[in-house]
């Protein structure tokens, strides 16, 4: 079974604090993708990968860097954490690209909360 | 631009009851996909459907069905005899084909009571 894998599920930080949140995809899949999914306003689009060490910036980058050292592997990056990051995170993966009939299969999910 | 919107954003039903989740797209290109996912507790979105610019048949599957029509840009999705584990936050989704982008509705949230 195909899996996108994020490692933490829920987290807790501080402002200011810096934070790392990984995902990993079995399925060899190019493209892979940060949402950040708040209510009322659906998924956004952070930032997102064509292949390892690049990246292209989103709808909303501001506050966030990412890493794709491996093809398997996409990372979220807050380098300095605020309260208005307080969100849930998805990562996604796709083979090929975002248009079109490509489907996307997401990971379950990373609830952080910035106090 | 592409958009897509989920006018409703709590639905609540008791179970056995249908529903339909409304979903209403703009775009200016002929040839799109529409996608269903949906996200139950557990949080990970679950791919239910797609649907190109060119096949306005209406699908069942189950107890799920969706209605797509282009004379109204709308692709609604109806749940008949609604159960408890249909509780899910529900997204509509629209990519082109000539634009590597995919945008998401603000999605719904159905609760179906026992």
């Known amino acids: 079974d195909v899996k996108v894998t994020q490692s933490s599920r829920y987290l807790v930080k501080r402002t200011g604090e810096k934070v790392f949140l990984e995902c990993v995809q079995d399925m060899d899949h190019e493209n892979m993708f940060w949402y950040r999914q708040d209510p009322g306003l659906g998924l956004r689009l952070i930032y997102f990968?064509?292949?390892?060490?690049?990246?292209e910036k989103g709808d909303i980058p501001e506050g966030y860097s990412v890493s794709r050292e491996k093809k398997e592997r996409f990372s979220l990056i807050l380098e300095s954490a605020s309260t208005n990051q307080t969100s849930m995170y998805l990562c996604a993966s796709i083979q090929g690209g975002l248009g079109g009939a490509n489907v996307l299969t997401f990971g379950a999910g990373s609830r952080l909360t910035v106090l | 631009a592409q958009k897509v919107t989920q006018a409703q954003t709590e639905i609540s039903v008791v179970e056995k009851e249908d529903v339909t989740l409304d979903c209403v797209y703009e775009t200016r290109d002929t040839t799109y996909y529409l996608f269903w996912y949906k996200q139950p507790p557990s949080g990970e979105l679950v791919f239910l459907i797609r649907?190109?610019?060119?096949?306005?048949q209406n699908e069942i599957s189950g107890r799920y069905s969706w209605n797509f029509q282009k004379s109204t840009s709308s692709f609604n999705f109806t749940i008949t005899a609604s159960q408890v584990v249909d509780s899910a936050v529900y997204f509509c989704?629209?990519?082109?084909?000539?634009?590597?982008?995919?945008?998401f509705g603000a999605g719904t949230r159905l609760t179906v009571k026992p």
């Open positions: 989704a629209l990519s082109e084909s000539n634009n590597n982008d995919m945008r």
């Open positions: 649907r190109n610019s060119f096949d306005e």
């Open positions: 990968s064509y292949d390892v060490k690049m990246k």
